[in-house]
């Protein structure tokens, strides 16, 4: 006897297209899928943790409103992220240039080692504080990468450059970041 | 294999959607280089642990709700534009047919002025004495003087001419 096959979960264009067509638990379901990715996408982009569940739930408001504007080149989480990046950027003006890391709520390794965790907190921040220094669209290309697992033709496509050109981005990234962090 | 193909290969492997192969360990275990690169992408990736704190079923009420409230106002908005367009039609409709309500629908009704109903104000004849009442029948009676009245002038003498230039003129 076969094993019963594994329900095959709907795509995120299927599900874009039945919320299209008016069904409300589509939405749902994409909510279920793209908020924790979204919120380490923002927290990772220097929002602190307790703000970042405000911003998910802006974020995702505002992609279902323009829900029409979305095409499938790019993958619904990608262009997820772009709409939370344009709300980082909003905040970041409106705060006339402050970021929002607050160190001290994040998440650290539990080191019994109190000069360890020292360290690894010292260097989170300058992690931090370097990602909120690279330009806009290396910043964006590395943490579609590293947070969201994206491919670069994807970013590309996200952000309106080509795979080539993603990839140099991640890799300037990469090394200013290491310049920023030592 | 080149670093930079390893550095694209380690948010892959980070995210754990994949390990590194034999090749790439080495390379790893060998290059300074690649190991402070995968340093940073690990860290980069602690970095945003934070971020899965986020409360998922409560954002989904919430953005749900907010999307409900927001297909309620459209609603509105959009009935409010046909109520618009529907009252600017029937005005339109009324004036093209000529046919406009009085503008206060409370008051008494108004009738257009005929002929039959048209008068000039008099004085109050009910205070007259016999007298007085009689002068005013005989002052109806009488007849109009022959000039006519003064402001209105007496064509009588013009010749055919003359009255032809004087209607020219009335025409422009």
Excluded at chain 1, 30 to 54: C, I, K, Q
Excluded at chain 2, 55 to 62: H, L, N
Excluded at chain 2, 76 to 105: C, D, H, K
């Amino acid at each position: 006897m076969n094993p019963r096959p594994e329900p095959v979960s709907p795509s995120d264009a299927a599900l874009v297209e039945a919320y299209r067509a008016g069904d409300q638990s589509a939405a749902t379901l994409l909510v279920a899928r793209h908020a924790t990715p979204l919120g380490r996408f923002l927290v990772s982009s220097g929002v602190g943790p307790d703000e970042a569940e405000d911003l998910v739930q802006e974020a995702l408001f505002r992609a279902f409103r323009r829900i029409d504007t979305w095409r499938a080149e790019a993958s619904f989480r990608s262009w997820l992220f772009t709409i939370a990046g344009n709300l980082v950027k909003d905040e970041y003006r409106k705060r006339r240039g402050r970021m929002m890391v607050s160190i001290e709520d994040r998440d650290l390794a539990d080191h019994n080692d109190p000069a360890a965790t020292l360290d690894a907190k010292d260097a989170e921040e300058r992690l931090a504080a370097g990602l909120t220094r690279l330009p806009r669209l290396q910043r964006e290309v590395f943490l579609l990468r590293v947070n969201g697992g994206v491919e670069y033709e994807e970013i590309a496509a996200t952000l309106g450059t080509t795979p080539g050109a993603a990839r140099v981005h991640f890799h300037h990234a990469v090394k200013r970041l290491k310049e920023l962090v030592r | 294999m080149t670093c930079g193909d390893l550095l694209d290969r380690m948010p892959v492997v980070a995210a754990g959607r994949g390990s590194w192969s034999a090749e790439e360990a080495a390379h790893l275990a060998e290059c300074v280089e690649c190991r402070e690169d995968w340093a940073l992408i690990q860290q980069a990736r602690t970095l945003g642990q934070a971020g899965e704190r986020v409360d998922t079923g409560k954002i989904q009420s919430q953005v749900l709700a907010r999307l409900a409230a927001a297909r309620r106002a459209d609603r509105i908005r959009r009935g409010g534009w046909v109520a618009g367009l529907a009252a600017a039609a029937a005005v339109a409709l009324m004036l093209w047919r000529g046919n406009i309500p009085p503008t206060n629908a409370t008051g008494p009704a108004t009738t257009a002025p005929t002929v039959e109903n048209f008068s000039i104000p008099v004085a109050e004849l009910e205070t007259l004495d016999g007298g007085q009442m009689q002068a005013v029948l005989e002052n109806l009676e009488a007849p109009l003087s022959a000039g006519g009245t003064p402001d209105v002038p007496n064509f009588g003498d013009l010749d055919n001419e003359q009255l032809q230039s004087i209607l020219g003129s009335m025409e422009g």
